[in-house]
């Protein structure tokens, strides 16, 4: 069996430990590639790098760090394609999906190539007579990204671009069900002029990661995952004296007023819900219908799910590919059973599975009538099931959203302004998109939920990433008039 590296020091290390885990070809059902679970000796090894190689990288230029980056966004782009193939290869997304995953990646490249404009610190002359006061931002040091199966090139991204060019060194844990892009990425950086050491990646799971978390060296933890994990990885981090970002789940809801256009609705949703299989953090996940849209609203969607194609990657016309491990895709069909109970199967996707393929496929469903007590309400699902409740008014209908337990992205469609102007200011979520379904921010801006979408307090990337990978030092200085030193520097004497 193939067998998935790690990456330490500035090149590919065969993992030794004894435990094996496969890597499926979600296509397929296949097993095409193993990695070996990094051991606590290996972990230490990629922090050991990373941290020999922290001193000259941190003393590089700020025009050094931002080339690395600039010429690291111009090889991610000329290696798109490969790229987005060796996502489809092992998550299973479309190469359209693919392609988008790639192209939003990137933005964090260009971003973090511009970034040592928000490095600069404030000034302030004469704070007292001869007195100056200066702020300066300055790395943490090590810093490790734990990452999740669903976006295994542009999470990461998210995270090293902004860590790197602020001077920290980086050890990556990525997802063990997708972890061969994690390589490919190490290896444009390195081709881009990263000094060997400043990024590694350490293959693995919850064992590696709770090595990291024990490691005095590591400075701070960027986790985006599952809520539970983000929770337990906050806590244990914070307690160890880390600094620790970490983004959880979510259950995205879409809410169509009355005004909304129909048509444009219906699109958004099945893009936004069934996109990436469901399999997105910003998916939706229930469509709110206020008062009369609800009926042609699910007629809308529902004749646009009919015509979704699923199939492998390879297909080129597949709109939509497998989910990530059979477990998942048996885990995401069982709330189907769940809506046999409970409320209408507009669509079953369980009928529209493809007979002939042997991989993780699940067709896309519609659930009307979503009873908000159902587990198909409060639990996230992360597949190709969209769920529609219908309520009778938008405060009904904000009360829904506020009440839920995520708080991560939100969307209202409305004709409205005024409407959409107080639902932005009433809205209890970090990311809300006005006639926009997934709200995902530009990479100037940055990401991050609510509630129990993110514990911590930084968001990720843009601005505030690098509010999280500096550090502040404030310097009060003072230096005597020149006119009054002892020594004669030429200047005229103070009488
Ligand atoms: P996951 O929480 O199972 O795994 C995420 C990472 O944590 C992986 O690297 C995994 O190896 C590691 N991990 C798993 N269990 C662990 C444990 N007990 N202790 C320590 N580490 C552990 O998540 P996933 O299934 O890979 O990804 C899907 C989840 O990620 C969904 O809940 C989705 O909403 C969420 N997600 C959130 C965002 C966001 O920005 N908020 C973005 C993408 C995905």
Known sequence: MRQI??????????????????????????????????TAGEVRAAVLAARAAFPAWRAAS????????????ELVDAHRKEIAGQLSAEHGKTTADALGEVARGLENAEFAAGAPYLLR??????????????????????????TPFNFPAMVPMWMFCNALVCGNTFVLKPSEKDPSVSLLLADLLRRAGLPDGAFNV???DKEAVDTLIADPDVQAL??????????????????AG?????????????V?????????????????????AGERCMAVSVVVAVGAVADPLVDAIAERVHRIRVGAASDPDAEMGPLISREHRDRVAGYLTLADEDARIVVDGRRTTPTDADGFFLGPSLVDRVPTGSALYTDEIFGPVLSVVRVDTYDEALALV??????????????????????????LCGMVGINVPIPVPVAYYSFGGWKASLFGDLHMYGPEGIAFYTRTKVVTSRWPDPATSEVDLGFPKVR
Do not use: C
């Open 5 to 38: 590296p790690h990456w330490i020091d500035g090149a590919a290390v065969a993992g030794t430990g004894p435990r094996r885990l496969p890597v499926w070809d979600p296509a397929t059902g296949e097993a095409q590639a193993e990695i070996a679970a990094a």
């Open 62 to 73: 700020l025009s050094r760090r931002a080339e690395v980056m600039f010429r690291f966004r």
């Open 121 to 146: 610190g404030g000034y302030s002359e004469g704070a007292s007579s001869g007195v100056d006061v200066y702020s300066i931002r300055q790395p943490l040091g090590v810093v490790a990204g734990i």
């Open 202 to 204: 350490v293959q693995g």
């Open 222 to 239: 960027s986790f985006v995952g599952s809520t539970p994990v983000a929770r337990s990885i906050y806590e244990a981090g914070t307690r």
């Open 242 to 254: 880390k600094r620790v970002q970490a983004l959880g789940g979510a259950k995205n809801h879409m």
């Open 256 to 276: 169509v007023l009355p005004d909304a256009d129909i048509a444009a609705a219906a699109d958004a949703a099945v893009s936004a819900g069934y996109g990436s």
């Open 402 to 427: 506020n009440g839920n337990e995520y708080g991560n992205g939100t969307a209202i469609f409305t004709r409205d302004g005024g409407v959409a102007r107080r639902f932005q200011y009433d809205v």
